[in-house]
């Protein structure tokens, strides 16, 4: 039932595109120069061409269709990666994406020409200002760490206005990476606030925490673990009480679109990603969006341009905000991102979205109780739109989270994260969305079920494996020992 | 519900099967004072057929570089992109995955990218490539919080020939980092004198620069270099069939804005940020980097490696905290690279030139105009000085059917920065000069 690329007979891996080239082979075409030539002056002349590939055009085809072939995407079968909301990218977002009236945009053209542009990030604004319960915009964050750091870089605007920066900033032990990396950045320091035994921020540990020196609290919610924070309320007051102000990580707001928003739980930025709410695609790594929205007090600071709308309902973007803490992108941000996420809200509208948050919370629920007797929850709560279980009882056997993951890839799925949140031995994190049947459920269940079975009977099994994909376990510590970075 | 597939049946059952009856009890444990209570202010959903059609009505409401002959630039370029870059980049077993974390599934992006950081090693002169960055600009910040780290300084420089949007990125982010960039003046549009001492981190000189005007940057990091600062080039990849590379020329890290490299004008985004480097600034670099490696059988693999340098292991001390990067425009600039091969490039490199210099001779025929900077040499873009308002001279041209450029504040905002890339046949360039030599008159 998956795709998943298998190994194939023949040769060891793909050879490199370099190693396809011979000198004098060519797919690219020019037409004939129709002006008179000029080279460039001797001291700024390059003296030996680059090393690049000289290959026809179908070694290029046929050399990335085949690395094409190797690859896993969520067109080819279930991909449950945690906090990443894999769903199915709607192929009409690529079709409108790719419209020349958006893709052949050039960033300098004068606003009167990009009207429709600009009227498409308005009505996006709009959109996600409702969805989230905050009062304006920037499209510029290209991801969401860069949302965040621009979240943090709002915060400190804010604070020195009001007399002086502060000093820390305070997240959950169970934070994505990205967040911590995020607040050095921005200058701040880190502080760690615990969880507690239900895998939530302890909030008496958290009023002791903070103080005048705090600028603000960083917060997905639901959490890493999956957990809706309950005493979200209490988390905000403490943080609002020393005059700090609350950043919320839109990792996760797959789970709570229509049910709650950030706004109405106190806090005061937002980013979201469009590539995982709003189902653009990964790309593989990227290009995703990160648009921050923030709250009437903190709209000020927000990065210049933004967009804007005259009386006569004419679009501009706005550069005069002298409170801006600048630019962060170099442009508007990844515009033609933002086009497929405007596709996928307005398809879906609100009750739409709502019914999306549901599914994904419903499927969760669903797959959880269907692994949690051999992969315990790590926490007891009810999960939302994922949940973090444990391999730890299959250590007992000698096999580990990271083995179970690569049995699956036997399978035929994609594993789930493994080793993340760090405050969970051996985590699972399991995110199946909305976009996945129950069929695909019961059978990823199952390969789960029987892995942890096969670490009973026959542990080396999943220690071997995977032995269908196309390359079997890489040596990462000699990747990184013997640095080979290049052809 | 569009593209969940559930039927009535799947939800009433698999509530059932966790021990629910409804829906709303999924959502119990958010607390009743903050629950929303009323459907989202939303437009309900649509159809396909109406979200296209609402969308094509919204594009069709915008000019675009099909519809106008572009001669804008300024940090984005109408450079051809061939059929076979979308048509392989836009497999959607690539770009329908995620950060390669299981790599075993995942050996195509890997390699992919591989191959990407070998072409940019090639390109540039330098021994090393991360996997992307998010564009140009952010690119340059990343250099210097590696050049902060490698050299423990914090004094930051900046060539006054830096794309200005460059200088305000850097600046954002230098409030966070503790630095204020120092830009030196370059009245002649270009070299001036940086004002180098013990305590600076960074020397930064683009090269083609803002203007367009090629910098003798090579003097300029000698001497940064002597001091102990690292030198970066912010570089257009595309002139490097014909100029000489970053590391040629003394660049300890050069960046670029990526997006001429296959990929489309967007407004502005989704771009690529380039940013090579020494093997010796190897450990500093920000962002995901792929390693050549063995599977337990012997057979060559690719990984994500250095990983701990990366926020995901290395949290508040990592050396950035990007995660998503721009993967999708590095595999595109792969392919556009594998098609140009260094021919192709080369011969790019002398369309644009040739190119650039026919249409900055058919200007300078118009009376009134000269170049920003006399005697100056150019690669694709030059900047002129117009006897009446650019931004003026701009919007004219629109109706005429041009792009015509980007104004600048230089020359009392009579200045027109002027980008001629492959795409312009004689023809434009001769109807774009005589319709600005009728909008100037």
Redesign the interface.
């Known amino acids: 039932m998956t795709g998943?690329?298998v190994r194939r007979e023949g040769p060891?891996?793909?050879g490199?595109?370099?190693s396809l080239?011979r000198r004098g082979?060519?797919?690219?075409s020019?037409?004939e120069?129709?002006?008179?030539?000029?080279?460039?002056?001797e001291?700024?002349?390059?003296?030996a061409?680059?090393?690049?590939?000289?290959?026809a055009?179908r070694d290029?085809?046929r050399?990335?269709?085949?690395?094409?072939?190797?690859?896993?995407?969520?067109?080819?079968g279930f991909?449950p990666?945690g906090s990443?909301s894999?769903?199915?990218?709607?192929k009409?977002a690529?079709?409108?994406a790719s419209?020349?009236?958006?893709?052949?945009?050039?960033?300098?053209?004068?606003e009167?020409?990009?009207?429709?542009?600009l009227?498409?990030l308005w009505l996006l604004e709009e959109?996600l200002c409702?969805?989230t319960g905050m009062a304006k915009v920037s499209f510029q964050p290209?991801?969401?760490?860069?949302g965040?750091?621009t979240g943090?870089?709002i915060m400190?605007?804010f604070h020195t206005k009001n007399g002086e920066p502060r000093k820390k900033i305070v997240i959950p032990d169970s934070a994505?990476?990205?967040n911590?990396?995020?607040?050095?950045?921005?200058?701040y320091e880190?502080v760690q606030v615990p969880s507690d035994a239900r895998g939530l921020v302890d909030l008496s540990a958290l009023e002791k925490l903070v103080d005048e020196e705090v600028a603000g609290l960083m917060l997905t919610n639901p959490n890493t673990l999956g957990?809706?924070e309950?005493e979200?309320?209490g988390i905000a007051r403490a943080v609002h009480d020393v005059g700090g102000l609350l950043y919320y990580d839109g990792a996760n707001l797959n789970a709570?679109?229509?049910?709650?928003?950030p706004g109405?739980?106190g806090f005061d930025i937002v980013h979201m990603?469009t590539?995982k709410t709003f189902?653009t695609?990964?790309?593989?790594?990227?290009?995703?969006?990160g648009p921050i929205a923030v709250s009437n007090r903190l709209e000020p600071f927000l990065?210049a341009p933004t967009v804007g709308r005259r009386e006569d309902a004419t679009f501009f973007f706005d550069h005069d905000r002298p409170d801006s803490?600048?630019?962060?992108?170099?442009?508007?941000?990844?515009?033609?991102?933002l086009?497929r996420a405007?596709?996928y809200?307005?398809?879906?509208?609100?009750?739409?979205?709502?019914?999306?948050s549901?599914?994904a919370?419903?499927?969760a629920?669903?797959l959880a109780?269907?692994v949690k007797d051999a992969y315990p929850l790590a926490f007891p709560?009810?999960p939302?739109h994922e949940f973090v279980s444990t391999a730890k009882p299959l250590r007992r056997h000698g096999v580990r989270a990271t083995d179970v993951?690569?049995r699956l890839?036997d399978l035929g799925f994609?594993?789930s994260?493994v080793y993340?949140p760090l405050v969970v031995e051996e985590a699972m994190m399991v995110e199946p969305t909305?976009?996945?049947?129950?069929e695909v459920l019961d059978a990823f269940a199952d390969a789960m079920l029987q892995a942890a079975r096969e670490a009973e009977s026959d542990p080396e099994l999943l220690r071997a494996a995977?032995v269908t994909?196309?390359?079997?376990?890489?040596?990462?510590a000699?990747?990184?020992r013997n640095?080979?970075?290049?052809? | 519900m569009r593209f969940a597939p559930h039927t009535d049946d799947d939800v009433r059952e698999m509530l059932g099967a966790c021990g629910l009856r409804s829906i709303d009890q999924l959502f119990d444990q958010i607390p009743p004072s903050v629950r929303r209570d009323r459907p989202l202010e939303l437009p309900d959903g649509v159809s396909e057929m109406e979200i296209v059609s609402d969308l094509k009505a919204l594009a069709s409401r915008n000019r675009h570089a099909e519809d106008l002959v572009c001669f804008a630039g300024g940090g984005a370029y109408d450079h051809y992109v061939p059929s076979v870059v979308w048509a392989l980049a836009a497999r959607s077993e690539l770009y329908t995955s995620y950060t390669p974390y299981q790599p075993e599934l995942s050996q195509g992006v890997l390699q992919a990218l591989f191959e990407y950081q070998s072409m940019i090693c090639e390109l540039t002169g330098l021994e090393v490539s991360n996997a992307s960055l998010y564009d140009g600009p952010t690119a340059l910040v990343e250099a210097v919080n590696m050049a902060h780290a490698a050299t423990k300084r914090r004094r930051v420089l900046v060539s006054g020939a830096v794309d200005p949007r460059y200088v305000e990125v850097l600046r954002t982010y230098g409030r966070g980092a503790g630095y204020e960039p120092e830009v030196w003046e370059t009245p002649e549009g270009r070299q001036g004198a940086p004002p180098l001492g013990d305590d600076v981190a960074a020397v930064i000189v683009q090269h083609p620069n803002f203007y367009g005007v090629l910098e003798p940057a090579g003097e300029l990091f000698a001497a940064a270099r002597e001091t102990g600062a690292r030198a970066i080039q912010v570089f257009d990849p595309l002139s490097l069939g014909v100029l000489a590379p970053p590391g040629d020329v003394g660049a300890d890290i050069a960046v670029a804005e990526g997006q001429s490299l296959g990929n489309h004008l967007n407004l502005g985004g989704p771009y690529l940020g380039i940013l090579a480097a020494r093997m010796q600034d190897v450990r500093r670099m920000p962002g995901r980097i792929v390693g050549e490696t063995v599977d337990v059988e012997g057979r060559t693999g690719y990984v994500l490696t250095l990983q701990a340098r990366e926020q995901h292991i290395r949290r508040e001390k990592a050396t950035s905290n990007i995660c998503t990067n721009q993967t999708l425009m590095a595999v595109a600039a792969a392919v556009y690279l594998g098609w140009l091969g260094p021919d192709g490039l080369h011969e790019l490199g002398t369309r644009c030139l040739s190119k650039a210099s026919y249409a900055a001779e058919r200007l300078l025929e118009i009376e009134g105009i000269e170049l920003l900077f006399p005697g100056t040499p150019f690669f694709k873009e030059f900047a002129v000085r117009l006897p009446r308002s650019a931004i003026e001279v701009r919007d004219t041209l629109i109706d005429r059917g041009y792009l015509a450029g980007v104004p600048l504040a230089e020359a009392g905002g009579h200045a027109l920065l002027v980008a001629v890339t492959e795409r312009r046949t004689r023809n434009e360039i001769d109807g774009f000069a005589s319709a600005v030599g009728e909008a100037v008159r």
Not at chain 1, 33 to 41: C, E, K, Q, R, T
Not at chain 1, 100 to 108: D, V, Y
Not at chain 1, 256 to 261: A, P
Request: net charge positive; charged share 20%; glycine share 12%.
């Open positions: 998943a690329p060891p891996g793909e490199t595109l370099f080239s082979r060519r797919a690219w020019w037409p120069l129709d002006v008179p030539a000029v080279a460039v002056g001291e700024f002349a390059r003296k061409p680059p090393g690049l590939p000289e290959v055009e290029l085809v050399h990335s269709t085949r690395l094409a072939q190797i690859n896993y995407g969520v067109d080819t991909y990666l990443c894999m769903k199915y990218n709607p009409v690529e079709t409108v419209f020349p009236g958006f893709q052949r945009l050039h960033p300098h053209q004068p009167h020409t990009v009207q429709g542009a009227e498409m959109a409702a969805l290209p991801a969401g760490a860069s965040e750091l943090l870089l400190r605007a994505h990476g990205t911590p990396a995020s607040v050095t950045l921005s200058g880190a957990l809706f309950e979200i309320q709570i679109m229509g049910k709650v928003r109405d739980m990603n590539h189902a695609p990964h790309g593989g790594g990227g290009p995703g969006a990065p803490i600048g630019r962060v992108h170099g442009f508007f941000g990844n515009f033609g991102v086009v405007y596709a809200v307005f398809l879906h509208g609100g009750d739409g979205l709502e019914r999306v549901e599914r919370v419903l499927n629920n669903y109780q269907k709560g009810r939302m993951a690569k890839i994609h594993p994260t993340f909305e976009t996945e049947s129950r995977p994909a196309p390359v079997r376990r890489l040596d990462e000699r990747a990184a640095l080979k970075l290049r052809w």
